[in-house]
């Protein structure tokens, strides 16, 4: 492969969740050595969240569940994600004030008429944007059906793919 992959963090959890219907194809996928694994740290937030709710339904070692820091780690390290901190930030007029805040915010309210999306979503999707830039990720890997139906609409606006799991393997 090409170029990176920014892993939507449903792709992260089903790894560990044998009944999600992404597991098998997580799995291959995190175990393929060709390929530069990305996240942000709104991935590392959303990972926080999702196992403080789903810990009993995960797959996970022995030891983690009652350690949410501990987990985080193991699971950033299992899945080779590469986590990059916060890239850029810029200052915006916004009706008459000066706001300071992260590129990909900016770009998420930027595109946001244009894709259609829940917040969170838009948002690592402008950071993906902003990887592809300096770390050549040029796939957003989800299995996420509204973010896989906005895949035309992206790759036009962003130069960004965005790609079923199994599509990648």
């Known amino acids: 492969m090409d170029s990176g992959c920014y892993v939507d963090t449903s792709v992260i959890i089903a790894r560990y969740k044998p009944d999600d219907e992404l597991y098998e194809h997580s799995e291959r996928l995190f175990s393929r050595d060709d390929v530069k ?60 004030r000066k706001i300071r805040m ?22 690592h999707i402008c950071y993906a944007k902003i990887l592809n830039e300096f770390y050549d990720v040029g796939f957003f890997v989800t299995g996420d059906e509204e973010l896989l139906s906005k895949a035309e609409i992206a790759s036009e606006l962003l130069k960004l793919r965005i790609s079923h799991p199994r599509d990648i393997l």
Request: hydrophobic share 50%; glycine share 4%.
């Open 37 to 96: 694994f990305y996240a942000s740290p709104l991935t590392l937030v959303e990972l926080y969240a999702v196992l403080s709710r789903l810990l009993d339904e995960l797959l996970i070692p022995q030891g983690f569940e009652k350690d949410l820091d501990a987990l985080v780690g193991f699971i950033v390290k299992d899945c080779k994600l590469n986590v990059v901190p916060h890239l850029y930030t810029l200052t915006l007029d916004f009706h008459a």
């Open 102 to 123: 992260p590129l990909e915010y900016y770009l998420a309210f930027r595109y946001a008429g244009r894709l259609k999306l829940r917040a969170l979503d838009l948002i």
